[in-house]
Structure formats: C-alpha cells, structure tokens
C-alpha cells in the first residue's frame, strides 16, 4: 500500500486565511483529458478555434473600449457630475463653465506656442492658418507693440504742455 495517493481537490474559503479542501469524484464516463478526444481531432481543432476566436474577440473590445475611454477623457466633462475637490477661485472664475465641452487639443492650442514655420522663406504651400502664417501674425504683432513702445517713450521724452 502507498503511502500517498493521488486526488483532485476543490478549496474553498472558511474564515479569513482559513482554507479547507474537499475531493472531487470524477465521472470515469466523461473524457478527463484532450487525449480522449485526440482521436476525432476535430473536436480539439474547433473548440481551440472557437476558443482563439473568442479571445480574439474579446481582445478586440478591451482595445475599443480602451480607445473609447481615452477619447471621452479628452473632452472637458461637466463639474457639477465631478466628485473631486474644486478650487473655489477656479469655479467663481467661471472656468469649469467655459471649458465644459472642449477637447484638450482645442485648449492647448488656445495657449501654445506656435511651432516654428518656414525658415527659409521658400513658398512650399503651407495652408493658410498654418505655422507660417501664425509666424506671420506673430510678427505683425511684435511690430505694432514696438511701434508703441517707442511711442510712448516718444511721449515721455516730449511731454504735450
């Protein structure tokens, strides 16, 4: 007689780091392993396919569901259905309300810099609201707030009596 025999066993949870176990009986009726089956293959082959197929499957949706969570983050959502802290300057100023709704792309370009345009001054057909013509603006800009320095030193210099 051997002094130790083989069981399947089932654990189960009693108490808080308690487990107890219990012996499963098997049905020798029923197959217990894929060798029983190996000999029609074909069983084995189309449930590893269903099997292949499903998990395809269900990979595929996580992705989707990851890209959808990912685009629904992006889009500033409504305080009021936030249950995290508010910074109350931030709500009086009326933040929240004016960026509900906008996507991060959108806000950031209300604040970014323009990335640097054309160089070399060689028309390679940027579209029109495109870096060069941002660079453009930028220029004008400079242009008038330097005119108007030198205005107002101007005035200082010759104060109107």
Partial sequence: MPLWRAYKLQTYFTAKGLIDYFLVEEDPSLPLTGEALAGSGLAMASTSQEEG????????DIIQASHDLDKEAEIVQDVEASRADRVPWLV????????????DTEIMSSYALPRSGDDNNDDDGEEEGGAVDMDTDLRRILAAAENDAAACKEAKQFPQR
Avoid: I
């Avoid at 998990?55 to 595929?60: M, Q, S, V």
């Avoid at 009086?92 to 996507?103: A, D, E, M, S, V």
């Fill in 53 to 60: 197929k499903l998990f395809e499957d269900l990979k595929a």
């Fill in 92 to 103: 009086h100023t009326g933040f929240p309300t004016h960026l509900q709704g906008l996507r």
